[in-house]
């Protein structure tokens, strides 16, 4: 057996005629059946491609195993004390770096073609792009419970316990849905999903590293220390240590999710417009 | 069915630019309802962005148009209500099965679950793909692929299916089999608009045809009203006795027109326009007492047709390959 199939059965002409006699024209569905039915398609992708979990969330674990164990008795005098600052850090990290892939596939789509079918469809306009939404969100809970898993495994127990873990990551899946509209963007105006990854993690990679993930910016230098404070990234991590700590931290909580309502506000109207022009 | 507009598509000066390029320079279309209409052009003529056009997905810059009675601005929702796309890159999900892009569609377009499947598989059986329908279509091969892509726009039937150069890059099995859904179509009475490179293809399938070079339509008509437009064609006879062919030469140089002694010593050929004229040839044969053992009449190809359109070549369909086209 060979992968591609070639030469199957042929087309029965009768049967063709047959199926093209049947006129039924259903009703139109609603917006939200729409948007739900694109949201079983990135379902079934999730499904048939299981890879791209595994690509997103080996990086971020193979950071935790690195940085813990390499790093971590230098920077916070002992490998559990690390994990214990670092851990709600790699939470964002893994999650943030999944959102990548939110422009990578619907980059996919636009240079296969498959998205003129559905703007030639008489369905809800945002419909696609709003149900990939439902696709994204299990690809960011997948990735966010395998880095706390692996953390608890070696160790890590949050003194906010499992409410704590669970509003970190609801926390986290939130400001992705604002951020995932950016790379929406760029998923649409770059020519390759190759592109998109390379432009996004070129974005995200720095971003992630000049924040307080791995290191207490109070060690840095001066100009370097104010970037990192005023890196949104920084606060989302902030406000993850802080659910997982069991001890809110409101302003961060809230700077995070304003920072998410912006990135939707400007990006989401640019993407529908791009995604209807296209 | 709704009753539909004589016109199916009625297309008025329709333009579009990309930067400096003029994809489409002033496109005019009168489509008759329930035909297959052809527009013919090479690659870059601009037949993909008129067919957007149609089909809603850009706006023109300029120019109007009216598909089955609707504006394609103003009333492009009710526009794509009654129009499929087959698009020039297979407008269907690879990263799903084949069942599951019909299933998907006849769920967008209103299907209840049960009745979506029961839809899917009635296509797959129908389009001869239903051995593969739970495998990914990205591991199918170009032939069914398009041959999915075709079931995908008929989920739903429409009144009008747009086919943007559906045989390219098939293998000429493959395309046979994409021609005789396109004709069982039309024969169910859906205006099929076609376009392709392929001057064999509009002559096998199309009603009439548009020629489209560099956005303009250069001309329009029946492929027979195309090729008398152009050069002559010619009548070929076979003799039963090739020992009097001088003879056979001299009553069609009389009755006809230049004659051509061919390399097979029992034929000739006489350039003549029309079928009349041939008539009379044989005719005149007949008389004179030659035998005839046969005869035909040959209209000018269209590839004769596209050359003086155009002064340039058109591509020539490849004699069979697999490979994904290059878009
Ligand atoms: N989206 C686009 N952006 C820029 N140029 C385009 C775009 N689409 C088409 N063109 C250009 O417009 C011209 C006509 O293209 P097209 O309509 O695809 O022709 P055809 O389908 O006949 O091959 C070509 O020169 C092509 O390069
Ligand atoms: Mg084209």
């Known amino acids: ?278 | 069915m709704t009753a539909q507009p004589a016109l199916a598509i009625e297309a008025v000066g329709l333009e579009k630019s990309f930067g400096d390029t003029r994809a489409v320079a002033g496109v005019d279309l009168a489509v008759p309802a329930g035909a297959i209409y052809g527009v013919l052009g090479p690659n870059g003529a601009g037949k993909t962005t008129t067919i957007r056009m149609l089909a809603t997905l850009v706006e023109p810059d300029a120019g109007s148009a009216r598909v089955l009675g609707h504006d394609v601005v103003a009333e492009s929702d009710a526009v794509r209500g009654l129009v499929s796309l087959t698009g020039q890159l297979a407008s269907v999900d690879e990263e799903l099965t084949g069942r599951e892009n019909l299933v998907l569609v006849g769920r967008l377009l209103g299907h209840r679950r049960a009745a979506a499947r029961a839809r899917a598989d009635e296509l797959l059986e129908a389009f001869g793909v239903a051995d593969a329908a739970g495998r990914l279509v990205k591991h199918w091969s170009g032939g069914m692929r398009r041959r999915l892509d075709i079931a995908a726009s008929i989920v739903v039937t429409p009144q009008l299916v747009f086919l943007d150069e559906p045989t390219t890059g098939l293998d000429p099995r493959s395309r046979n089999q994409v021609w005789e859904i396109a004709r069982a179509l039309a024969a169910a009475g859906t205006t099929i608009l076609l376009c392709t490179q392929y001057l064999e293809e509009a002559d096998q399938l199309a009603d009439g045809i548009a020629v489209i070079d560099r956005g303009r339509v250069i001309a329009e008509g029946t492929p027979g009203q195309l090729k008398a437009s152009v050069g002559t064609g010619s009548l070929h006879v076979r003799l039963l006795d090739p020992g009097r062919r001088a003879e056979a030469a001299r009553v069609l140089e009389a009755a006809v027109g230049t004659v051509v002694l061919e390399p097979d010593p029992a034929a000739l050929s006489a350039a003549c326009a029309d079928a009349e004229r041939a008539a009379v040839g044989v005719g005149e044969l007949g008389r004179a007492g030659v035998g005839v053992a046969g005869f035909s009449l040959d209209q000018p190809s269209l590839d004769e047709v596209f050359l003086a359109l155009t002064g340039h070549v058109a591509e020539q369909q490849p004699s069979g390959t697999l490979e994904e086209q290059a878009s």
């Not at chain 1, 299981?50 to 164990?69: A, G, K, S």
Request: net charge positive.
């Open chain 1, 1 to 278: 057996m060979t992968a591609t199939t070639t030469a199957p059965g042929s087309a029965d002409t009768a049967a063709v005629r047959r199926a093209i006699a049947d006129t039924v024209r259903p009703a139109r569905p609603g917006r939200l059946s729409t948007a739900l039915t694109f949201g079983w398609r990135g379902m079934l992708k999730v499904k048939h491609v299981p890879e791209q979990l595994l690509d997103v969330t080996v990086t971020p674990v193979m950071f935790l195993l690195l940085f813990t164990y390499l790093f971590g008795g230098a920077i916070a005098g002992s490998t559990s004390a690390y994990l214990d600052y670092t851990l709600p850090g790699l939470l964002v990290m893994s999650v943030l770096f999944t959102t990548v892939y939110s422009g990578v596939s619907l980059n996919t789509d636009l240079t296969k073609g498959v998205v003129d079918r559905f703007r030639s469809l008489p369905i809800w306009r945002p419909a696609p792009l709003l149900g990939s939404l439902l696709g994204d969100s299990v690809r960011y809970v997948v990735a966010g419970t395998v880095i706390i898993a692996v953390g608890v495994a070696l160790g890590y127990r949050p003194d906010g316990g499992v409410g704590g873990a669970l509003a970190a990551l609801a926390l986290v899946v939130v400001f992705s849905f604002g951020l995932s509209w950016v790379f929406s963007v760029l998923g649409l105006l770059m020519r390759s999903p190759n592109a998109v990854m390379n432009a996004g993690f070129m974005g995200i990679f720095p971003l992630t590293f000049l924040s307080n993930v791995f290191v207490d910016p109070a060690t840095l230098p001066g100009p370097l220390e104010a970037f990192v404070e005023v890196n949104p990234i920084s606060v989302l991590a902030t406000a993850s240590r802080s659910l997982m700590a069991g001890a809110p931290d409101g302003t961060a909580i809230a700077v995070s999710l304003a920072v998410a309502a912006a990135l939707a506000a400007v990006f989401l109207p640019v993407t529908t417009r791009l995604y209807r022009s296209r």
